[in-house]
T-cell receptor, first 111, second 115 residues
């Protein structure tokens, strides 16, 4: 089975701190990469796509390292509202473009 | 602006009962899928469909049936509910070709408990 691995956490972080998550994937042929955010008892929602050159959206930065087969998410100046579970998702070309989901990393921002 | 509509939101079943989770989308997406999410695990694909009349099995299809008679609807049937099927179920839809910049649209989830 193709796998996507994440540290389950929880990461307990004070408000205003910087926090980083990593996610490793096993299939070197994977083509597209995403970070989703999931709030408690809610559906996942797209946070950002991850591009080869790395990309930034406000306080969030995503990076892809194809050689080591991992993607990362950096959150700067964390807010209480960033508390959620962050899911790493990989588009698996070998499996007819199915999405392979990590189990998620739980982030708790403390005041 | 409905997106993906999934019902019911909560359901309690007795072992051996059958039921259908309904899912409808209004975005004309070819691709629809059902996932289950268990504590500490990622979303696992149950069944998916790439268009009306076409369905296929995902990672965990046993105990579930689907059909896709229209582009809009993709119901999930539990044939004979078992406690192992206690989970949160998400219906999702997206364009068939999925690339960076796209997103997958989820329903709000169905919390199913089998006793």
């Amino acid at each position: 089975r193709k796998e996507v691995e994440q540290d389950p956490g929880p990461f307990n972080v004070p408000e205003g701190a910087t926090v980083a998550f990593n996610c490793t994937y096993s299939n070197s042929a994977s083509q597209s990469f995403f970070w989703y955010r999931q709030d408690c008892r809610k559906e996942p929602k797209l946070l950002m796509s991850v591009y080869s050159s790395g990309n930034e959206d406000g306080r969030f930065t995503a990076q892809l390292n194809r050689a080591s087969q991992y993607i990362s998410l950096l959150i700067r100046d964390s807010k209480l509202s960033d508390s959620a579970t962050y899911l790493c998702v990989v588009n698996d070309l070998d499996s007819n473009y199915q999405l392979i989901w990590g189990a998620g990393t739980k982030l708790i921002i403390k005041p | 602006n409905a997106g993906v509509t999934q019902t019911p939101k909560f359901q309690v079943l007795k072992t051996g009962q059958s039921m259908t989770l309904q899912c409808a989308q209004d975005m004309n997406h070819e691709y629809m899928s059902w996932y289950r999410q268990d504590p500490g695990m990622g979303l696992r694909l149950i069944h998916y469909s790439v268009g009306a009349g076409i369905t296929d099995q995902g990672e965990v299809p046993n105990g579930y049936n689907v059909s896709r008679s229209t582009t809009e609807d993709f119901p999930l049937r539990l044939l004979s509910a078992a406690p192992s099927q206690t989970s949160v179920y998400f219906c999702a839809s997206r364009p068939r070709q999925f690339r960076s910049g796209n997103t997958i649209y989820f329903g709000e989830g169905s919390w199913l408990t089998v006793v």
